[in-house]
């Protein structure tokens, strides 16, 4: 796209027609394609010419159209609080993964068994933007923000139940976190934090503009 | 009370002629009573005959009429997250003061900066009921309630603007937080964290009931 | 759990892949586990492996791997105002009985018919720790909060519709109630509010402590 | 009015000039009026002439031109929960008596202790309407509504805090309440559910229709 | 039931298993029983001991137990705005029926054809007591507010989308409503509303009084 | 404007210091200018330069630089249901007047007295579009909706208490009119309904365009 | 109508026998009709005589009774941000169409490829009314409200999720828009925007009027 | 801080006698601190000794201690949509200035006007990171948001009235952005802005990365 972010289709109210013909006119220009919000039961629903050529993964309900390009490691980390937030960690991980990322995943560190998170924290430190989803309380957002240097684009994640229904809360916890320097992306959002990850990422160095 | 929780009286919406009568009709009765968010123009505005005997403590916007009982310590740690909960924190002090419990007080132990809280959390851990008061984001409840065996009662701050304006922020971290165990009052209610630390005080232990 | 409660597994977004490798896991260990919101279809959908030596209990949605435990009586009582309610009040009480704890569950006393409380009071006051569940306007917390000298753990039910949908009035009732030391967890939070009852029975009594 | 309700103005928007000419125009028709919302201060705005003959009451803040109806008891009880609650029970009570209704007025019967209701309970029921207010979490409209046989009109008041903020937690109760046949009015309209007193009270009786 | 209403079971959270068990329970005792929110699929699971003697009526959703008893017309005018909102209406309807009265039913007499309910004016002012049900913005229950000197329960239905959508646009209006005397029942709730007509109905005549 | 709509300064977070910048700048250009929110407080603040050649009006709290423009009756009716609505509907006319459309305004004709609407309707309806002020329910909105041919724009007010505060109700019940082709503009907003109605009037005509 | 606007039946809560009994009424009236809301399974759902003479559109989920009238084109354009937004778009359009409107449908313009937009600008300045549908942050509203003269009618649609969820963060943005003379209509009302369009080509040219 | 972000310290609960001791302690340990929302009664409040050295701003409402650092400029453009967004966006502005960097600040650009946006586009686009400021709908967050390649950092300010009180729409139209890599901050946040800024322009550059 024009401002650096990949093109990408978001799925969720297209019919198979719709996409069918989204994907046959990218394929005609010869354009790289990233399909999100594609659930099993959508993709299964394209007919074959649809699907020719589309690298489908069911976790991170996504589908590249026009191949991988090489990764780059090093540069990301995405930080999931728990089992129930990897798809939306997924989603993130694929996107960066569509434009050269290959992101390091850190799962299952929720702040109610801080030990976890401590235990991988350097290797979270290490990476130059850190993208974090959480659901629930969202905790997990100023925990880490308080705890490196790089910038944190939050995900809240629509899981959890009661006051937590939907991921207002998480939401809420992220905008309202007494750690300076943490973002916030719409909820459920992942593939959103990873197009604000490439931006980052594309700032170019002090060295270069001084 | 019968309920054994505190005589108290809620100050807010009375007027001072309301106040000195019910001040009145205790000292007839001989009772001890803690009047709680009674501010400084509202104890000002209140005549001689009123405020006599009245030991009143503008931190914490509390007075008591009948005096001290003698106070025993160990029991309750009060942790306040930013300077601005402090209002709170010590309208719960007081009231448990009132009850003869002195309570550990622990502030400015935000989790932006958690070295600051695991410098004291072996402090806190040698209490039986912990009360915690946070506003913004609420990130404090679920790091404490994760590290501590006692029981947690959550007391949301109306600290905070934005989507935290009032403690609603605070509030639903709270109730959706990962750590079991930790419980809520209403925004602001230290007097109630108090009363309700009171009781699980007096839950007779084990060995007396088996 | 470091912190005192049960290792237990919130089923409700895992996949029965994902539920049978944390059984596995589990089962490696010689750890006991517990299993909630583990609705019947969820439990059917696992294969004979991950089944094998699970105790499941439909009424509370949970299932046990790694046995019983002897059962104490005397230390909890469990409050349902009307049959709806009944599934969070079993999800409370199976918690309690797989740490040892057997609760005496008391139902069908919403307060539009107070006599039918007041038959069962005395029950409940002989209990050192009190759940209440009641969902609609959750009247129930209050009234119970001003009748029994116990801590009050208010769990709001999500049983209800127009503005008490999703169980926020029931809630909010728990929260603002008049009666102090009543305290509130989550919506539909059966499990939360016995980890923190067991919290509360691992209280020191006073004579241990002074 | 032409339904049946006495004539009244809402002054809580008016500009004392604005008043003045209603109350003179009022007088030109030898009308009777009744004047809600009017406190302190509004009332003192006014000049001698408009103030001329008002019978001004800062309890209620409401004002009657044209005279006092001599007074029938028995039809209504106004039952307040707390202290808080007394403007707005005071501004039903004064437009009952507008209309000839002379109520019986209790208070300080909150929930949180029932047998201060319970003491009063055979009064309320020997009246033909019941009008209760409350603020907080509202549960003594439930209480009540399971305790007599008369229609409870409620009145949600905006006393409290937190989330009871506004009242909007005792008015959900009212409107979720378990007890079948209560019916609410909004925040703080006391004026309004006296209306509502006098309409049903308008009702003719069974024996005079069939 | 003690105050006086119906007694009735709430059927949409209960199982076939707990219907059966409360009607066997009911015929053992002799009792009439309604039962509401019966829709067609749960009157169908229900076996053939269960469903004997039931008379279940799908446009209310409701089915008696223990027969009718006759009926008296003319106390009773219930009003619908709108097709969609006749399953609300009928619901108030068979709840009044159960008791003894027979309701006039009013249709599509929303006020955005104000003709329509001009039409029957003066039907439904004929009546003592009326019911209202509308739903989207609910500008009906004004409207009739402002015509008919009986009270007026306004049930708001969730009849609506966008911001009217589950009903708390008509709530609000039903609340706030300018014509003085209207009381209001929680969404969709017909039952309720029909309860609170029986008390209003119960309320003795004046010359009974006096 | 380039767009066709008055050039309008919104006062209301604006200091002396700035609204004298503007004044002075539009002086200089020569420019015609609406002040809008200005309240007198505000316009008492302005310095001596500042004020000079205003036309303030403190019903609507607006004021016009650069004088007035002949005005033309006929086109718009501004109707108010009630005497707190008539600041928004005034500012509706003013913005009306400074584009050179004479406004009718038609006030206290709220629908719990319909006949006050029915007495001024013929006049309404000679106008060729109709603005509609209103707070509480809103339920004039749907009434003038279904009685008038021409467009209706709905102005909510946040003139109400309880559930109404702040004008949300109103709105809702604009959005949500069962009358179809209504349309609302923001809560109090007098100066966009005018906008939008200046911008109606100059759609040409039929017989122009065909 | 009386007012001016289609005659029109929502069919999302009606019953095919319901459906079918309209349809024969308008039939035996002569009357044209409108059906919105007819989703492809409730078409299904009608029996062989109901659906006579029906022309049924699944995109824009309609059906008219009663033919077509001859189509002016050039006076309402009808402007979507999204595929997504295109079943409100076409709603709004066959309104038009019933009604004699030819309206321009501009699709995929949505305000993140600004120049997709201004490549179909003057396209859209052509028509005298415009009708702009977005969900999600719904800034199309203002962008268009300030590059054209006419009278712009938002429909927010409910495409969205997280924050625009059901379309609300897209409706604050219609009724907030900087933009002067922007109007509303309720979420996915699309043909409500088309019968205000309706209305506002109705009224008379200045020229016919002075 | 050891996270990167500035040292700051929030005024608007603090007291002066805290904010005093809170300047002493920084001066003793030589460190230079940044003061927010500090209004000019807050500062004039301070006594002679706790102003001293301090570099008091009013239009950002902040204080400096400890002296400037030298600037470079280049990096951080700050954009607001109107003159009431000044505020907020001189507190991002100035908190760059703190940690040396010098912002571009581009005001009145609001996208009713989008032809003043677009006259400035290019400035903008010259840098490496983007912070902007709007209240009301947030329009502005979109539209930059498909314009520049550098992150877009969105601080909505709660400028607004209606249904813009308080910076909820603005905020949802930045979580809700169709511009992929929009990243939001809380309501009137300009601090936490400008922290996240530095934080991205930390990131190392590709090439000192690869
Ligand atoms: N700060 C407080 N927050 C909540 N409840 C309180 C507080 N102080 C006193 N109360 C309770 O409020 C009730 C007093 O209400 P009132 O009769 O209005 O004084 C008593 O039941 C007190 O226990
Ligand atoms: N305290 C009150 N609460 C609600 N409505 C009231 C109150 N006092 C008067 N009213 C009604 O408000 C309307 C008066 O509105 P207004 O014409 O603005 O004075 C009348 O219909 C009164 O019956
Ligand atoms: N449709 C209804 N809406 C509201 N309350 C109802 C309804 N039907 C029955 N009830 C009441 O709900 C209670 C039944 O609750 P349960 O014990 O769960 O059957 C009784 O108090 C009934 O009076
Ligand atoms: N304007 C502001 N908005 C949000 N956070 C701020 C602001 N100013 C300072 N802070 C942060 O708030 C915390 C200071 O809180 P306190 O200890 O109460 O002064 C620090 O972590 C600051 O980085
Ligand atoms: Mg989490
Ligand atoms: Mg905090
Ligand atoms: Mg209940
Ligand atoms: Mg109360
Ligand atoms: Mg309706
Ligand atoms: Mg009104
Ligand atoms: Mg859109
Ligand atoms: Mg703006």
Redesign the interface.
Known sequence: ??????E?ILC???TPT?LAAILAEARARGARLLLTRLDEAAFAALDEAARDGLDYDPASRTAVLGGAVPL?A??VAVVA????DLAVAHEAARTLAFCGHEALLVADV?????WRLMARIEDIRAH??VIAVAG????L???I?????????AV?S????????????????????????????????G??AA??A?????????????
């Open positions: 796209g024009r401002t650096g972010v990949p990408a969720s109210r297209k719709q780059v090093g540069s609080a728990g089992t129930s929720g702040v109610a068994g801080l130059r933007v629930m309380e969202g905790a957002f100023s925990v923000g308080g705890l490196v240097a790089a910038p944190v684009i809240p629509s899981v959890g139940y009661g006051v937590a229904e939907g991921g207002s809360a998480a939401l809420h916890s992220a905008l309202a976190s007494c750690a300076p320097g943490v973002v916030a992306v719409n909820i459920d959002n593939f959103g197009c604000a490439i931006k980052m990422l594309g700032v170019p160095a002090p060295a270069m503009v001084g």
